[in-house]
T-cell receptor, first 111, second 115 residues
């Protein structure tokens, strides 16, 4: 059974204070690790897909990295508008196209 | 990527009534759609996989007769919560696979409150 654990559950940062969010996973054959941003009362918004260990992707202040056991979402010099819940999900080779989600990390960036 | 429209964005209904939620793929023919449920401070939990022209595949523990899914066309899937009860109050979100199958686009979600 695929498992995804995200830490921390919540993170408060001062504006400009860089940090990282962690996503640990256990899957039977990774077919993709996904990062989403979710604002309150909204559906998840796609950020990145990573497929193999060593892969990195960047978008503005966000950078996602992947190892064989975990992924990190690095946030550089965050702004208040980066406040949201960040979700990690995996797709394994054992099933169909289903995604297994972690509980998310709620990020608050204080001005 | 695909554009997914979900309607309504929120609904309040009385206990015992039924509620229908629509998920439309606006610019992509979606043969497969997914329905998730999200409780406060919890992760998205897959309820069922909706396949166009065939019966939906439900996850373990999800009642087929309570959560009716119809995927009659390549652009529309509906989730009907029948005989809703307060414990069905949750955030329901649909998703489609877009492009090569590795991209997933989510709807904006429906907040259901059963009173």
């Amino acid at each position: 059974e695929d498992q995804v654990t995200q830490s921390p559950e919540a993170l408060r940062l001062q504006e400009g204070e860089s940090s990282s969010l962690n996503c640990s996973y256990t899957v039977s054959g990774l077919r993709g690790l996904f990062w989403y941003r979710q604002d309150p009362g909204k559906g998840p918004e796609f950020l990145f897909t990573l497929y193999s260990a060593g892969e990195e992707k960047e978008k503005e202040r966000l950078k996602a990295t992947l190892t064989k056991k975990e992924s990190f979402l690095h946030i550089t010099a965050p702004k208040p508008e980066d406040s949201a819940t960040y979700l990690c999900a995996v797709r394994s080779g054992a099933g169909s196209y289903q995604l297994t989600f972690g509980k998310g990390t709620k990020l608050s960036v204080i001005p | 990527g695909a554009v997914v429209s979900q309607h309504p964005s929120w609904v309040i209904c009385k206990s015992g009534t039924s509620v229908k939620i629509e998920c439309r793929s606006l610019d992509f023919q979606a043969t497969t759609m997914f329905w998730y449920r999200q409780f406060p401070k919890q992760s998205l939990m897959l309820m069922a996989t909706s396949n166009e022209g065939s019966k939906a595949t439900y996850e373990q523990g999800v009642e087929k007769d309570k959560f009716l899914i119809n995927h009659a066309s390549l652009t529309l899937s509906t989730l009907t919560v029948t005989s809703a009860h307060p414990e069905d109050s949750s955030f329901y979100i649909c998703s489609v696979i877009s492009g090569t199958g590795y991209g997933y686009t989510f709807g904006s979600g429906t907040r259901l409150t059963v009173v």
